[in-house]
């Protein structure tokens, strides 16, 4: 290669794309290439070689206790840790022959030493690792969705009176603000009044603009941080059906209004739009056309680079909006109460982005006829299939009897699942456990999730066995092997499912009743159950691996094609490529974290 060609690869590298002009000529000048055959050994704990490696052709296996952990080839690199530290736990052989640059030990150590961006990609931690190539990846795509924060945005001056104030002087105070918002301050609490609040409470009412404000106000003021992304608070919007937050400062005071339509004008997306036709719906119809429309709003978050937890938080509540919609319309209001309508599984833990399927329930109050309810579950099922929301294959849906019936039946049905378990029985144990109250009695949820708490005390040998499942699934030690020979892989069944049961168990026996997993690692995490370390690298691998399986899926929708849970590897770029690998090795690590916490060895 002449030295221009050497340059281009290196820059398609990272991080060698940090590197300035001199420092790339410098490590340029130091590089040669070599040749190794097939089962040469380039690396163990007795022999540091005094080069840094950078695959131009072949492959490379890396071994840690003659266990495969990671592979290399073409523009992979390695191994920093060896020259760094001057030690290595791990072998490396080659597995195909291999062409390869090798960088002289005393240039990559000076480079390191003079670029700190270099040198940071090599020292972090393996989170810091993937944040680094996800930015690296995405930085094209990234928008003021993915990076703006609620200070990057207009922020309203509030007008703040004091508890005590009366109506009169604090709607004096509000014109002089030139806005429609009264906040109301009683000690460290805030509250809030707004025009619609003023039609109902004292025009309709009729009542004496000489009240004091907190007779009023509503209490308390839901609020989001100055240094809280934007989106975060558009989905606290959507979720509340509420026109406006405060923002607050790191001290906790208000200092000032975040309004829905400066939200709007700075994403200009279909959002609300979408949100007021759920609202507005009067027919299934009606209902239908604001459904539909979730699909585009999907691929338009997704094209400017949000990232997939915001993606799925959004379309989850606007999600749960139509379920209760459905709900209205077909159940007759004199039942509605009587029962509660939940979603399960992906849906009840709002990770299901695109509709692959539907999983829900109907719990009915004791004493309440649950025939009376039958054909109606029936229409829901129907509609839902209508909408989008394909039939769940194991029939996990509300028109099936065993998933419709009463608070009793439930509880006979939870002490089966755990007095006389088998596979079937944790399968619904766990759909069950995930899942999130729609519509009707919520309390009866509660209930239902307290009694199942209640039956697991003391139950660790049934717990090993229901984390037992994180195992079913492998999840592969190298990405090159799928490369060259299947280049399909479920990226469900090897890498998402292995985190949302192992984390579904810990919250199982932590009595954690969060239903989302990233929520549930991070309540573990402040519970001390699972170091902070673990609690970020799983986040990080379930970010990376639901992306992937996003993009996919919306890929399979454009085709108009059955969507799945696999990926094509042939398709994934160079830094893809290498966040899969990083996430599969933090699965294959904390499958491990599992088998030791639940003591699996011990039933295997």
């Given at each position: 290669m002449s030295l221009r060609d050497q340059q281009a690869f290196l820059s398609k590298i990272h991080p060698f794309e940090?590197?300035?002009?001199?420092?790339?000529?410098?490590?340029?000048?130091?590089?040669?290439?070599?040749?190794?055959?097939?089962?040469?050994?380039?690396?163990?704990?007795?022999?540091?070689?005094?080069?840094?490696?950078?695959?131009?052709?072949?492959?490379?296996?890396?071994?840690?206790?003659?266990?495969?952990?990671?592979?290399?080839?073409?523009?992979?690199?390695?191994?920093?840790?060896?020259?760094?530290?001057?030690?290595?736990?791990?072998?490396?052989?080659?597995?195909?022959?291999?062409?390869?640059?090798?960088?002289?030990?005393?240039?990559?150590?000076?480079?390191?030493?003079?670029?700190?961006?270099?040198?940071?990609?090599?020292?972090?931690?393996?989170?810091?690792?993937?944040?680094?190539?996800?930015?690296?990846?995405?930085?094209?795509?990234?928008?003021?969705?993915?990076?703006?924060?609620?200070?990057?945005?207009?922020?309203?001056?509030?007008?703040?009176?004091?508890?005590?104030?009366?109506l009169t002087n604090a709607i004096a105070k509000s014109i002089e603000f030139k806005t429609s918002t009264i906040i109301v301050q009683k000690e460290n609490e805030y509250g809030i009044i707004t025009d619609s609040l003023l039609k109902m409470e004292v025009l309709l009412k009729g009542r004496d603009l000489s009240i004091n404000v907190e007779d009023i106000a509503i209490f308390p003021l839901l609020t989001v941080s100055g240094d809280d992304y934007l989106f975060e608070a558009l989905t606290l919007l959507i979720k509340k059906g509420i026109k406006r937050v405060g923002v607050t400062n790191s001290k906790n005071e208000l200092i000032g209004i975040l309004e829905q339509l400066d939200v709007l004008s700075h994403f200009a997306n279909h959002t609300f739009v979408v949100d007021t036709?759920?609202?507005?719906?009067?027919?299934?119809?009606?209902?239908?056309?604001?459904?539909?429309?979730?699909?585009?709003?999907?691929?338009?978050?997704?094209?400017?680079?949000?990232?997939?937890?915001?993606?799925?938080?959004?379309?989850?509540?606007?999600?749960?909006?139509?379920?209760?919609?459905?709900?209205?319309?077909?159940?007759?209001?004199?039942?509605?109460?009587?029962?509660?309508?939940?979603?399960?599984?992906?849906?009840?833990?709002?990770?299901?982005?695109?509709?692959?399927?539907?999983?829900?329930?109907?719990?009915?109050?004791?004493?309440?006829?649950?025939?009376?309810?039958?054909?109606y579950m029936n229409s829901m099922t129907k509609t839902l299939i209508d909408f989008g929301y394909p039939p769940c294959e194991g029939n996990i849906m509300v028109s099936n009897p065993f998933w419709c019936k009463s608070v009793k039946d439930y509880e006979k049905e939870t002490k089966r699942w755990i007095e006389a378990p088998d596979m079937q029985n944790y399968m619904d144990l766990a759909i069950f456990f995930d899942s999130f109250a729609v519509a009707g009695d919520k309390e009866l949820l509660i209930n239902l999730k307290d009694y199942l708490f209640n039956k697991l005390h003391d139950k660790d040998v049934f717990l090993a066995y229901f984390a037992k499942a994180t195992l079913t699934f492998d999840t592969p030690t190298t990405v090159a092997n799928f490369?060259?020979?299947?280049?399909?892989?479920?990226?469900?069944?090897?890498?998402?499912?292995?985190?949302?049961?192992?984390?579904?168990?810990?919250?199982?026996?932590?009595?954690i009743r969060e239903t989302t997993t990233v929520?549930?690692?991070?309540?573990?995490?402040?519970?001390?159950?699972?170091?902070?370390?673990?609690?970020?690298?799983?986040?990080?691998?379930?970010?990376?691996?639901?992306?992937?399986?996003?993009k996919s899926q919306l890929e399979q929708s454009n085709n108009k094609v059955k969507i799945n849970n696999e990926i094509d590897t042939h398709k994934l770029g160079k830094i893809e490529r290498d966040l899969l690998k990083d996430s599969f090795k933090i699965v294959i690590a904390f499958k491990k974290f599992i088998i030791y916490s639940f003591k699996i060895d011990k039933i295997l």
């Open positions: 940090v590197l300035s002009e001199q420092q790339m000529d410098i490590c340029i000048n130091s590089m040669d290439i070599a040749y190794y055959p097939k089962d040469t050994t380039l690396i163990n704990p007795e022999n540091i070689p005094n080069y840094f490696f950078i695959i131009i052709k072949g492959s490379v296996h890396e071994y840690k206790d003659e266990q495969l952990v990671m592979d290399y080839h073409h523009e992979d690199s390695f191994d920093a840790n060896s020259l760094i530290y001057s030690s290595t736990k791990s072998t490396f052989k080659v597995q195909e022959d291999l062409i390869c640059y090798e960088l002289e030990r005393n240039t990559f150590l000076k480079l390191i030493e003079e670029n700190s961006e270099f040198k940071n990609f090599f020292l972090n931690n393996l989170v810091n690792k993937i944040q680094t190539l996800k930015t690296k990846e995405y930085t094209s795509e990234l928008s003021s969705f993915m990076i703006a924060r609620v200070e990057d945005t207009l922020i309203h001056e509030p007008c703040i009176v004091q508890a005590k104030t009366t036709q759920i609202k507005k719906a009067k027919t299934l119809k009606d209902l239908k056309s604001a459904s539909n429309d979730l699909l585009n709003i999907i691929k338009a978050l997704q094209s400017k680079g949000v990232k997939v937890n915001h993606i799925s938080n959004l379309i989850g509540q606007l999600n749960i909006k139509v379920y209760k919609k459905l709900y209205q319309l077909i159940v007759p209001k004199n039942l509605q109460n009587d029962a509660c309508f939940m979603v399960m599984g992906s849906e009840g833990r709002n990770e299901q982005i695109i509709k692959t399927d539907q999983d829900n329930a109907l719990i009915i109050r004791n004493g309440v006829d649950v025939e009376q309810y039958r054909t490369m060259t020979k299947t280049h399909q892989i479920d990226i469900k069944k090897t890498g998402v499912f292995p985190i949302v049961q192992g984390v579904r168990s810990l919250a199982l026996r932590e009595r929520k549930r690692i991070k309540i573990l995490q402040d519970k001390k159950v699972i170091d902070n370390e673990l609690a970020n690298e799983l986040i990080e691998a379930f970010e990376v691996l639901s992306t992937l399986r996003l």
